[in-house]
C-alpha cells in the first residue's frame, strides 16, 4: 500500500500539515527534518550539527520543538523522524538534505 503513489498523493494534507508546522517557532525544523529524512537509524548532535551547519544552541533548540511536536525522537543520542511515512515523504519531496 505505501509503494501506491496515490498513498502519498492522498497523505499530502497530513505531510503538508507537519512540514508547514516546522516553519514555526524553533528556526532551521526543515533542515533539520531533510537532513534526517535519508538516515533511516538516525542522526547524532555532531552529525546534524554538520549536515545543516547549525550551532548547537541552535540545534538543540529546533530539535526540542520537533520532539515537542512527536516528529522527531531521540534514542540512544541519535535523532530520528518519528513517523515512517513522514519520513519517506521528506525525503520524496525534498530529495533528503538538498
Known sequence: MINDPE??????????????????GASGQQEILKALAPHLEGM???????????????????????ERHDVVQESDGCYSITVELFRRWVEMSWGGKG
Open 44 to 66: 547524532n548532535l555532531d552529525r546534524l550539527s554538520q549536515e545543516t551547519g547549525m550551532d548547537e544552541t541552535s540545534l538543540q533548540e529546533a530539535l526540542k520543538t520537533l
Open 7 to 24: 498513498f502519498f498523493s492522498r497523505g499530502r494534507y497530513y505531510f503538508t500539515g507537519v512540514w508547514g508546522q516546522a516553519t514555526q
